[in-house]
């Protein structure tokens, strides 16, 4: 007999590993920059040049970037900045990895420290933790059709399974220009930037994957309009793009994880030649999975009244798909300007990370919690600091629902921020509100007992011979007529024209009556 077979597209975990590296160091101001007389605000990025992959393991290597805005400590009270690079070598040990396979690298710099020892000098702690997966592409063969023996009876079972349809990374760039409205000063130097990506949202369409989103811009910069050195714009760019995948379907169902690599700002001239156009630069990773449901029919048990078939089975694992859902988590809170601070006189801009703390089922679906940290640049009322910085984090926790939840569901989730924007109530308080994107993929593992093949061998005459040639069975809670002829070495067909059935779904306590075939 022949088994024939379908083969189904899978990823799998290979490989994960977490690490933190902690920084300890001193930094001295560089000879062209302004000694430091109070500190403003402060940021941290991870920047990757390389990872490297070879047996059991993963080198990265980078750097920590480090960026301080503060009022120098002149007669002038100027504001200036700084940047520092911190290296970063770290080893990952990854089981089972080899060299040619794919990490997917994620990062967090869980604490920045910057602490002033004098004017020219400073000290820089930080924890930076690493995430890495290395998923494998594997196919399941799953038994679907018997083919080739006599009287030969089968049974089945039609599942929803989700496959991998396409597994890529692919680099997605963009680049948009920014021009200065004509009330704004020409940009002498850049101080401070934040560029982030908001709202983004990934589409499978024939053959590409579509990308659509907003960058959100801030620039403090020195102008040259010396009566008012210090200008600022805030600014939000929708834009859209689109990357070759071959593959990929509409129908798919995507689930892919983003991570800004690179983002930069320069100082363009305009068509008269004078400092006024931004250009941002941005480089986003794209770690593509693609998935698609099928509906299979596939093969649980075989058996014949004219052979002994014993199926070899291996247990596998397969997925189905429970739900697919995009939430929004919205958030207002109150940020307090500490009393030790200038107040407000004009908020410059407002930043924010988001980040997931953790995910978990509860009974009726999957909930979320995590932190969302908003930091406030503002003008001050004060001459002697002209601008300051308030820092706020704040919990969040919302619960997507999934209908008829199970206990054994198991999800994956990322989340991003959507919007933020800060209202000044009055001179020490400013109301903050937040919308949080999270995404969720949530699917039930299925275990099946999967035939890998399946052997003949001759039945037993003499066992067959001893049993009663007449059989009574009260059927059971679970039991099948397909089950009962196997057991009996029958047919379900036999077992109806015995019993003047035309069709039987069997109920606990019916009474089944057995003629044996051989004997």
């Given at each position: 007999?022949?088994l024939?077979?379908k083969?189904?597209?899978?990823?799998?975990?290979?490989s994960?590993a977490?690490?933190?590296?902690?920084?300890?160091e001193?930094f001295?101001?560089p000879?062209?920059?302004?000694?430091?007389?109070?500190?403003?605000?402060?940021?941290?990025?991870?920047?990757?040049?390389?990872?490297?992959?070879?047996?059991g393991?993963?080198?990265?290597?980078?750097?920590?970037?480090?960026?301080l805005?503060?009022v120098?400590?002149?007669?002038?009270?100027?504001?200036?900045?700084?940047?520092?690079k911190?290296?970063?070598?770290?080893t990952?040990?990854?089981?089972?990895?080899?060299s040619?396979?794919?990490?997917?690298l994620?990062?967090?710099i869980?604490?920045?420290?910057?602490?002033l020892?004098?004017?020219?000098?400073?000290?820089?702690?930080?924890?930076?933790?690493?995430?890495?997966?290395?998923?494998?592409?594997?196919?399941?063969?799953?038994?679907?059709?018997?083919k080739g023996?006599?009287?030969?009876?089968?049974?089945k079972?039609?599942i929803?399974?989700?496959?991998?349809?396409?597994?890529?990374?692919d680099?997605?760039?963009?680049?948009?220009?920014?021009?200065?409205?004509?009330?704004?000063?020409?940009?002498?130097q850049?101080?401070?930037?934040d560029?982030?990506?908001?709202?983004?949202e990934?589409?499978?369409?024939?053959?590409?994957?579509t990308?659509?989103?907003e960058?959100s811009?801030?620039?403090?910069y020195?102008?040259?309009?010396?009566?008012?050195?210090?200008?600022?714009?805030?600014?939000t760019i929708p834009?859209s793009?689109?990357?070759?995948?071959?593959?990929?379907?509409?129908d798919?169902i995507?689930?892919?994880?983003?991570?800004?690599?690179?983002?930069?700002?320069?100082?363009?001239?305009?068509?008269?030649?004078?400092?006024r156009?931004?250009?941002?630069?941005v480089?986003?990773e794209l770690?593509?999975?693609l998935y698609?449901?099928?509906?299979?029919?596939?093969?649980l048990?075989?058996?014949?009244p004219?052979?002994?078939c014993?199926?070899?089975?291996e247990?596998q694992m397969?997925?189905?798909?429970?739900?697919?859902?995009?939430a929004?988590?919205?958030v207002?809170?109150q940020?307090?300007?500490?009393?030790?601070q200038?107040?407000?006189?004009?908020?410059?801009?407002?930043e924010?990370?988001?980040r997931l703390e953790k995910?978990?089922p509860?009974?009726?679906g999957?909930?979320?919690e995590?932190?969302?940290?908003a930091?406030?640049?503002?003008?001050t009322?004060?001459?002697?600091?002209?601008?300051?910085?308030?820092?706020?984090i704040?919990?969040?926790s919302?619960i997507?629902?999934?209908?008829?939840m199970?206990?054994?569901?198991?999800?994956?989730?990322?989340?991003?921020?959507?919007?933020?924007?800060a209202v000044?109530m009055d001179?020490e308080h400013i109301?903050i509100?937040?919308?949080?994107?999270?995404?969720?993929m949530a699917?039930?593992?299925?275990?099946?007992?999967?035939?890998?093949?399946i052997?003949?061998e001759?039945?037993?005459?003499?066992?067959?011979?001893?049993?009663?040639?007449?059989?009574?069975?009260?059927?059971?809670?679970?039991?099948?007529?397909?089950t009962?002829?196997?057991?009996?070495?029958?047919?379900?067909?036999d077992?109806?024209?015995?019993?003047?059935w035309?069709?039987?779904?069997?109920?606990?306590?019916d009474?089944?009556?057995?003629?044996?075939?051989i004997?």
């Amino acid at each position: 007999m022949e088994l024939r077979k379908k083969e189904l597209h899978m990823l799998r975990k290979k490989s994960e590993a977490q690490n933190q590296i902690t920084f300890d160091e001193d930094f001295n101001v560089p000879d062209h920059k302004a000694d430091i007389g109070q500190m403003i605000q402060k940021k941290g990025e991870v920047e990757i040049d390389q990872v490297q992959v070879s047996e059991g393991k993963a080198v990265i290597q980078g750097q920590l970037v480090f960026r301080l805005l503060y009022v120098a400590d002149s007669p002038g009270r100027t504001v200036s900045s700084l940047e520092g690079k911190l290296p970063i070598e770290e080893t990952l040990h990854l089981d089972e990895v080899r060299s040619g396979d794919k990490v997917c690298l994620k990062w967090e710099i869980e604490d920045l420290t910057i602490h002033l020892i004098n004017s020219r000098k400073l000290n820089i702690k930080a924890i930076v933790e690493f995430f890495a997966v290395v998923d494998e592409n594997t196919q399941v063969a799953v038994p679907v059709e018997l083919k080739g023996a006599d009287q030969i009876s089968t049974k089945k079972k039609t599942i929803r399974v989700l496959t991998l349809g396409v597994h890529k990374k692919d680099i997605l760039r963009k680049k948009e220009e920014i021009t200065l409205a004509s009330n704004k000063p020409n940009i002498h130097q850049i101080l401070w930037k934040d560029i982030q990506v908001r709202g983004l949202e990934m589409r499978a369409q024939e053959g590409k994957v579509t990308a659509r989103g907003e960058l959100s811009v801030f620039v403090l910069y020195v102008s040259d309009d010396e009566a008012n050195p210090l200008q600022w714009l805030e600014q939000t760019i929708p834009f859209s793009g689109e990357l070759s995948c071959t593959g990929c379907t509409m129908d798919m169902i995507p689930y892919i994880d983003t991570t800004m690599l690179q983002s930069n700002l320069e100082i363009k001239p305009d068509a008269d030649g004078e400092e006024r156009v931004l250009l941002v630069d941005v480089v986003l990773e794209l770690d593509m999975k693609l998935y698609q449901e099928e509906t299979e029919t596939i093969l649980l048990d075989v058996y014949t009244p004219k052979l002994e078939c014993i199926p070899q089975r291996e247990p596998q694992m397969l997925e189905q798909l429970v739900v697919k859902n995009a939430a929004k988590c919205r958030v207002t809170e109150q940020l307090e300007i500490p009393e030790s601070q200038e107040k407000i006189l004009q908020i410059c801009a407002c930043e924010g990370t988001v980040r997931l703390e953790k995910y978990e089922p509860v009974e009726n679906g999957i909930r979320a919690e995590g932190t969302i940290t908003a930091e406030l640049l503002y003008i001050t009322t004060d001459d002697n600091m002209p601008i300051q910085s308030a820092r706020e984090i704040y919990p969040f926790s919302q619960i997507l629902e999934i209908p008829d939840m199970q206990p054994d569901v198991e999800a994956e989730m990322d989340c991003g921020l959507e919007q933020l924007s800060a209202v000044m109530m009055d001179q020490e308080h400013i109301e903050i509100k937040a919308v949080i994107q999270l995404n969720l993929m949530a699917f039930l593992p299925q275990k099946i007992q999967n035939i890998e093949e399946i052997t003949e061998e001759p039945l037993d005459m003499e066992e067959l011979q001893n049993r009663p040639g007449l059989v009574g069975y009260i059927a059971k809670a679970g039991d099948d007529l397909w089950t009962i002829a196997k057991e009996n070495h029958t047919t379900i067909q036999d077992i109806l024209e015995t019993n003047g059935w035309t069709e039987k779904n069997l109920q606990p306590g019916d009474a089944v009556l057995i003629v044996k075939q051989i004997g």
